[in-house]
């Protein structure tokens, strides 16, 4: 296969893993990792290192829009990312000394937890009562516009959510992917959180997060130019046009079947994983 046709379907590939986690809100790397590992068979810790490009582009490009809108906690995010910029170093450092076909392994099982994740019941309710004497101290508490007017509510267990915090940022830098669902849990369901305030911090997030991993992949050179630019424009183009997408579809439908694809991929990455094929 020449260069040129390895590049255009590496950017068609993008570009439906861009689409698809856009529409489902999971981001393109639980997509893409799988293509390039199962399909391009590219080495798991080069596929990492382009989606961490990726999501850095992605983030950056569409939080703008959140922050613009006031829907975004940037104080919270801003809390929070110190957690998981500490554990993203701390799992870009763990992939890089961990064998591949157990990072493979636990890719699997993360995507597994994900499929799960975007099937859950989401809280819709702002919480008003303070209960949390942290959150008052450092300002967490917020408010956001909706079509019935500004919605106040107040944060709770800051701690609890902090730990998991760590957690989604070692997953991040282990494994490529923005941890949305694991931030996402940690805001909506540990510290309360309204779902839409929690999915646009959380994307927020994703960015910064990937910045820190990128560090160590870019330091130990699992970071190619020639791979990751097609992702991230194919990312790119895939994660707008799902934007506009977005708008008139059916989400549930959606997640529903992202939910299938991407158990299915992770059983294939397991099963790979297992069989010491990545």
């Given at each position: 296969m020449s260069i040129l046709l390895f590049t255009l379907i590496l950017l068609a590939g993008a570009f439906v893993a861009g689409l698809l986690g856009s529409l489902t809100g999971l981001g393109g790397g639980v997509v893409l990792i799988p293509l390039l590992t199962l399909v391009f068979d590219v080495d798991i810790r080069y596929a990492i290192g382009s989606a961490l490009v990726a999501s850095?582009?992605?983030?950056?490009?569409s939080a703008a829009a959140y922050?613009?809108?006031?829907?975004?906690?940037?104080r919270i995010?801003?809390?929070?990312?110190i957690a998981t910029t500490t554990g993203a170093i701390i799992g870009a450092l763990i992939a890089i000394y961990t064998a591949t076909h157990i990072v493979a392994i636990i890719f699997g099982i993360v995507l597994l937890f994900s499929a799960m994740m975007s099937m859950r019941k989401k809280n819709e309710v702002a919480e008003?009562?303070?209960?949390?004497?942290?959150?008052?101290?450092?300002?967490l508490n917020g408010s956001y516009p909706s079509k019935e007017g500004i919605v106040e509510y107040k944060v709770q267990r800051v701690a609890g959510g902090y730990a998991l915090m760590t957690l989604a940022g070692v997953i991040s830098g282990l494994l490529g992917i923005g941890s949305g669902a694991l931030k996402v849990l940690a805001m909506d369901t540990v510290m309360?959180?309204?779902f839409k305030v929690?999915?646009?911090?959380?994307?927020?997030m994703i960015g910064v997060t990937a910045a820190a991993?990128?560090?160590v992949y870019l330091q130990r050179g699992y970071i190619d130019p020639g791979l990751a630019m097609p992702v991230v424009i194919g990312v790119l183009g895939g994660a707008f046009a799902g934007?506009?997408?977005l708008v008139g579809a059916s989400t549930k439908k959606l997640r529903i079947l992202f939910s299938i694809v991407i158990s299915f991929l992770a059983l294939e990455m397991i099963y790979n994983g297992l069989m010491g094929n990545l």
């Amino acid at each position: 296969m020449s260069i040129l046709l390895f590049t255009l379907i590496l950017l068609a590939g993008a570009f439906v893993a861009g689409l698809l986690g856009s529409l489902t809100g999971l981001g393109g790397g639980v997509v893409l990792i799988p293509l390039l590992t199962l399909v391009f068979d590219v080495d798991i810790r080069y596929a990492i290192g382009s989606a961490l490009v990726a999501s850095i582009a992605t983030s950056s490009g569409s939080a703008a829009a959140y922050i613009k809108e006031g829907i975004t906690n940037i104080r919270i995010g801003m809390f929070l990312e110190i957690a998981t910029t500490t554990g993203a170093i701390i799992g870009a450092l763990i992939a890089i000394y961990t064998a591949t076909h157990i990072v493979a392994i636990i890719f699997g099982i993360v995507l597994l937890f994900s499929a799960m994740m975007s099937m859950r019941k989401k809280n819709e309710v702002a919480e008003t009562e303070e209960k949390s004497l942290l959150a008052r101290r450092l300002k967490l508490n917020g408010s956001y516009p909706s079509k019935e007017g500004i919605v106040e509510y107040k944060v709770q267990r800051v701690a609890g959510g902090y730990a998991l915090m760590t957690l989604a940022g070692v997953i991040s830098g282990l494994l490529g992917i923005g941890s949305g669902a694991l931030k996402v849990l940690a805001m909506d369901t540990v510290m309360r959180v309204p779902f839409k305030v929690s999915t646009t911090t959380s994307n927020f997030m994703i960015g910064v997060t990937a910045a820190a991993s990128a560090v160590v992949y870019l330091q130990r050179g699992y970071i190619d130019p020639g791979l990751a630019m097609p992702v991230v424009i194919g990312v790119l183009g895939g994660a707008f046009a799902g934007s506009r997408i977005l708008v008139g579809a059916s989400t549930k439908k959606l997640r529903i079947l992202f939910s299938i694809v991407i158990s299915f991929l992770a059983l294939e990455m397991i099963y790979n994983g297992l069989m010491g094929n990545l």
